[in-house]
């Protein structure tokens, strides 16, 4: 079955050439390719060519059904008085209006040409051509091929009714990619899209699209060297020890970071939790950056999640902001129960380290801009906004599904206690309109 599937080469053409000259059977032809009869068939039937090269056939001859009774004359206008039937340019085939082709009927038989068919020489016959070359063959094939991978793979009107679904994503804040994968509609790839953008058939010029612009270079700021977390408390800590965790310890982790507003102007910021496995992101309001603000916030979502809480926050990887410092209260339950998960703490100004939450900051700067946001206008009731709009984002690393999929079967209680709730994705909106009431009036 596997050799089958393979493509036919042009070594194979040439055999299928060679075997019809000498005339042999189908059968016989496609034993010695390793192919069935009906793939040798339609082989020839799809690459014949009416103009052999290199073959002694007859070159004029009449070809017309009607022959045998017109009584036509100078049909090809050259003022010639002779009847049509009996000119041995036979122009008349190219010229009549009435010209109609007589069909072989070896033609819609075995082998299908006239390779070595005899009737082809002398006077010839009075039937088109059909040879089946190599060559030909191999250019034919070459040639449809080409052709497929061209153009629009689709009608205009199904294009444009994708594009507005597309632009209607792209005003709410979605890429491209995410109203493809969740618009059934929409009858072709991501990759196929921007083919089009690039062809100029969609009616998009890449800037509209998100991150389609290079990003401008980042300053980087020079270490102050500041100590931000005591040296006991990196004991078995550190991201060393975090990667000496096993596999699937480290692959269920939850990244904490800190998203912070207008600097020297905002007091409240955002708490962030990322959980690798399900990408799911839960957003925290802070009343101000300090290390007890994060632990109040961690109490409670233990409290949301009960006996829970250990098994979705068991291991979180953080930087060394001084938020973090309080590690007794992060790892100790706020019952007193003991400790609550496992705290570890990234290297120093390796963001990297933790870069699922670093890169899906961008999904919440969509909402919340930096620089044009007030943060101290905001609610834990926006919160939950930006994450049901967040976590109904379809992703690609999740096979198109959303983290909100994932999250109902995994942590129901967190989405309930935290006011996450499904979006339908058409209604995505990863915009600062999201809150209006916290976006800065220019």
């Known amino acids: 079955?596997?050799?089958?599937?393979?493509?036919?080469?042009?070594?194979?053409?040439?055999?299928?050439?060679?075997?019809?000259?000498r005339g042999d059977r189908l059968a016989t032809i496609a034993r010695s390719l390793g192919r069935t009869q009906q793939t040798v068939a339609d082989e020839i039937r799809r690459n014949w060519t009416p103009e052999p090269k290199g073959r002694l056939v007859a070159t004029t001859r009449n070809l017309c059904v009607h022959a045998r009774d017109c009584d036509r004359r100078d049909v090809c206008g050259t003022g010639c008085d002779v009847p049509c039937w009996r000119c041995k340019a036979w122009r008349c085939n190219s010229a009549c209006p009435d010209f109609e082709a007589t069909m072989c009927p070896r033609h819609s038989k075995p082998p299908f040409c006239c390779n070595s068919c005899a009737a082809r020489l002398g006077g010839g016959c009075g039937y088109p051509y059909r040879f089946y070359e190599a060559a030909f063959a191999q250019d034919a094939a070459d040639?449809?091929?080409?052709?497929?991978?061209?153009?629009?793979?689709?009608?205009?009107?199904?294009?444009?009714?994708?594009?507005s679904a597309i632009r209607a994503g792209l005003a709410r804040g979605q890429s491209p990619a995410h109203v493809i994968a969740t618009d059934p509609s929409i009858g072709f790839s991501k990759s196929s899209f921007y083919r089009y953008v690039d062809g100029g058939?969609?009616?998009?010029?890449?800037?509209?699209?998100?991150?389609?612009?290079?990003?401008?270079?980042?300053?980087?700021?020079?270490?102050?060297?500041?100590?931000?977390?005591?040296?006991?408390?990196?004991?078995?800590?550190?991201?060393?020890?975090?990667?000496?965790?096993p596999g699937i310890e480290r692959a269920c982790a939850v990244e904490m970071?800190?998203?912070?507003?207008?600097?020297?102007?905002?007091?409240?910021?955002?708490?962030?939790?990322?959980?690798?496995?399900?990408?799911?992101?839960?957003?925290?309001l802070l009343?101000?950056?300090?290390?007890?603000?994060?632990?109040?916030?961690?109490?409670?979502?233990?409290?949301?999640c009960g006996e829970s809480f250990g098994a979705l926050f068991g291991t979180v990887l953080c930087d060394r902001g001084s938020e973090f410092a309080d590690v007794g209260g992060i790892e100790g339950s706020a019952g007193g129960k003991g400790r609550?998960?496992?705290?570890?703490?990234?290297?120093?100004?390796?963001?990297?380290?933790?870069?699922?939450?670093?890169?899906?900051?961008?999904?919440?700067?969509?909402?919340?801009?930096?620089g044009r946001t007030d943060f101290d206008a905001l609610t834990q009731r926006d919160m939950a906004a930006c994450m049901s709009h967040v976590n109904s984002y379809a992703r690609e690393s999740l096979s198109w599904a959303a983290p909100i999929d994932l999250a109902e079967h995994s942590c129901p209680e967190l989405l309930a206690g935290l006011g996450i709730e499904r979006i339908p994705a058409a209604e995505v909106n990863l915009t600062p309109y999201l809150v209006p009431h916290a976006m800065l009036r220019a």
Do not use: W
Not at 1 to 6: I, K, N, V, W
Not at 212 to 217: D, E, F, L, T
Not at 348 to 364: D, F, R, T, Y
């Open 1 to 21: 079955m596997a050799s089958e599937r393979r493509p036919i080469t042009y070594e194979d053409r040439e055999q299928i050439e060679a075997g019809l000259n």
């Open 143 to 163: 040639s449809r091929r080409s052709e497929a991978r061209r153009g629009i793979d689709c009608t205009p009107e199904a294009l444009e009714s994708a594009v």
């Open 201 to 245: 058939a969609a009616g998009l010029m890449r800037i509209e699209l998100p991150k389609a612009v290079r990003y401008r270079p980042r300053k980087r700021s020079v270490p102050k060297g500041r100590a931000n977390i005591a040296a006991e408390s990196l004991v078995g800590r550190t991201y060393a020890d975090f990667c000496a965790l």
């Open 257 to 284: 970071d800190t998203v912070v507003g207008r600097q020297g102007r905002d007091t409240q910021c955002v708490l962030t939790l990322f959980f690798r496995l399900t990408k799911l992101q839960v957003f925290m």
């Open 287 to 304: 009343p101000d950056k300090t290390a007890a603000s994060v632990v109040s916030a961690l109490d409670s979502l233990e409290a949301v």
């Open 340 to 370: 609550r998960l496992r705290l570890f703490f990234c290297d120093p100004m390796q963001s990297q380290q933790k870069g699922g939450a670093e890169k899906n900051h961008v999904e919440l700067r969509k909402c919340l801009p930096k």
